[in-house]
């Protein structure tokens, strides 16, 4: 049982073993050369004692700090490795969600160029270099405006793209559920796989409303701007900047909180999920305003120069992912500080958990009556025996209602953390009496 009064564990732990897997994220002590210097003998070493007590005592301080367990957090989940996962697979769903999405909303943009070449402009912003003219950009400009899905060519395309794009969030709802310890989501595959199209589709819905939104929001402020006479002035330049960027922290931050609660089927609490979303959101759009820097750098290798801007895409994605996992560890941890959590079972999976919960306190009463019994002398012994037996009669009960408890003999890597017995027994339930 856990002590209430116990000091508690790290965030990065599970709060409660009943309602949330355990997560075994123990936080890594300060040196041991600090106790080392401090219970030394020799003279020379000793001097160094009050030093070595600060830094022990400074170690401590910044492993308690939030970012320092947000980063152990992380990097404890394999974040880097399930962000390399991610930005492998968004280099393949990203030329097929571009692709798509100017073939199906060109219906609508082909006498509109403000609007089209603002969604251009947002894209650019959240996957620089991506769309360019004159051969600066990976897919050119032209290329998007006749994009058709015509013909059957163009539908069995766009079905083959779509189910590219569509993988994308199937890996990063993984990824993310990873990050908070939790299991996949029980739901048919075909099932997953509409929603995530259905994301897929309201996240360019979301795309070309932006866009439409910064075109008006920029002609706005050119006419308030003209009735001051500051038209065409560096005033109208700093403007549509300013709009621009704030129309990207808006766009990412809707992004990462539909990722988060909507695609990764987390009830994050909305205070949680706003900051968590708004700190990834503001780093995105920080990163964007810095990309050419970013992007550059892939190409001073001149052996890289043929493949400069492919690389850069494939860096970008790879920061994307890791502030993605970033933030979504900012928000498990804020939920582990405050003992919230966001795991849910269904009915049986509840009714299951309690039958084990039943199951290991008849165990624990049976071997402590048993031992009891082996210490007890004169007159206790006749209560030992009576305490043992009710233990065995009330083990009998539960194994004659419910069974013996499941074993798995691979020790079942399916078996959820939180299943899994102390010690490495998995799967075992209430024994019967013992010779």
Not at 140 to 158: C, D, R
Not at 413 to 419: F, G, K
Request: aromatic fraction near 8%.
């Amino acid at each position: 049982m856990t002590n209430p009064r116990a000091p508690r564990k790290d965030s990065a732990d599970a709060p409660d073993v009943s309602t949330t897997p355990r997560v075994r994220l123990q936080q890594t002590p300060p040196p041991l050369v600090f106790q080392w210097i401090q219970n030394s003998e020799n003279p020379f070493i000793r001097r160094l004692a009050p030093r070595a007590a600060r830094a022990e005592r400074a170690t401590t301080w910044v492993m308690r700090l939030k970012p320092y367990r947000v980063i152990h957090r992380y990097l404890a989940m394999d974040g880097n490795l399930l962000a390399a996962g991610i930005s492998f697979q968004a280099v393949f769903a990203v030329f097929a969600a571009v692709y798509v999405g100017f073939a199906i909303t060109g219906i609508w943009l082909g006498n509109n160029a403000e609007v089209f070449q603002a969604l251009v402009e947002i894209i650019n912003r959240a996957v620089p270099g991506l769309i360019g003219t004159d051969g600066e950009g990976i897919i050119a400009e032209e290329q998007l405006s006749s994009a058709s899905l015509l013909g059957w060519t163009g539908v069995i395309a766009a079905v083959g793209l779509i189910w590219t794009a569509i993988g994308w969030l199937y890996y990063t709802r993984q990824a993310v559920r990873s990050i908070f310890a939790l299991p996949k989501v029980a739901a048919s595959f075909f099932l997953l796989k509409v929603v995530d199209l259905v994301l897929a589709l309201a996240f360019g819905v979301l795309l070309l409303v932006s866009a439409t939104l910064s075109v008006a929001s920029t002609q706005a402020l050119s006419w308030l701007l003209s009735l001051v006479g500051l038209e065409g002035t560096f005033w109208v330049t700093v403007g549509s900047r300013v709009v621009g960027l704030v129309v990207a922290v808006v766009v990412n931050l809707v992004t990462l909180g539909a990722m988060y609660r909507v695609l990764s089927r987390i009830r994050i609490p909305w205070r949680n999920l706003f900051g968590g979303a708004l700190l990834g959101s503001l780093v995105l759009s920080l990163l964007s305003v810095a990309s050419s820097a970013v992007i550059a750098g892939a190409s001073r290798n001149p052996l890289l120069a043929t493949f400069a801007v492919f690389i850069g895409l494939m860096l970008w994605f790879n920061l994307v992912s890791r502030v993605i996992l970033a933030s979504a560890a900012w928000i498990a941890v804020g939920l582990d500080d405050q003992g919230i959590s966001v795991r849910t079972t269904t009915p049986e999976e509840q009714a299951a958990e309690e039958l084990a919960a039943r199951r290991l306190i008849a165990e624990a009463e049976l071997r402590e009556a048993r031992e009891s019994l082996r210490r007890a002398k004169g007159p206790a012994v006749w209560f030992a025996r009576r305490r043992v037996r009710h233990a065995e009669e009330a083990s009998a009960e539960l194994i004659r209602e419910h069974g013996e408890a499941p074993e798995s003999p691979a020790a079942d890597a399916s078996d959820p953390p939180h299943r899994r017995r102390p010690g490495g027994r998995r799967g075992q339930g209430v024994v019967g009496p013992r010779d």
